[in-house]
């Protein structure tokens, strides 16, 4: 009789176990698709005085056709890593291209000599917001939820 109950028993822990890798997979598939589906925006500090950006002032401040800020200051670009969702996202919709082709050209233009304000890179969001936070002259971008610095601010949303 103890014998069938220990078995009932770990069959009942099994199946709530498989329940709850269910549940939790489908969490984690939940949150990915929300992401996924998730706007990007543009941000700057909060000492930088823009109040808010166009995409086509972002589109020029990327492909170098404006370099300082309207107060002369230079302006600091910073870039995700080409494989990252937001960086993705950001350059089809800011920029019309790729994310590796973007980066193919800022290799061309820097062997060329003719990068005149290539953007940093920076291997991830939180990294992005905590150099943006820190100068000023800084310009990035990553997914609304990954904003959690009130040392930034958001000056375009990419839907």
């Not at 028993?9 to 709530?16: D, E, I, S, T, Y």
């Not at 823009?50 to 800020?69: C, F, R």
């Not at 993705?88 to 919709?93: C, I, L, T, V």
Request: with cysteine; hydrophobic share 45%; glycine share 4%.
């Amino acid at each position: 009789m103890q014998m069938k109950c220990r078995k009932k028993l770990f069959r009942k822990a099994a199946v709530m176990g498989l329940v709850t890798i269910a549940a939790l997979g489908f969490s984690l598939f939940s949150t990915a698709l929300a992401k996924a589906g998730e706007a990007v925006v543009v941000i700057v500090s909060a000492d930088n005085p823009m109040k808010a950006l166009s995409v086509e002032e972002v589109h020029k401040y990327y492909e170098n056709d404006i370099l300082n800020w309207p107060n002369g200051k230079k302006i600091v670009l910073y870039d995700l890593r080409t494989k990252d969702e937001a960086r993705q996202r950001f350059s089809e919709a800011v920029l019309g291209k790729d994310p590796q082709k973007v980066a193919m050209e800022w290799a061309n233009k820097k062997i060329t000599n003719t990068a005149k304000n290539p953007p940093r890179t920076v291997r991830s969001a939180i990294l992005m917001q905590e150099r943006v936070a820190k100068d000023p002259n800084a310009i990035g971008y990553m997914l609304k939820s990954d904003v959690t610095s009130n040392k930034v601010k958001i000056v375009t949303t990419i839907e």
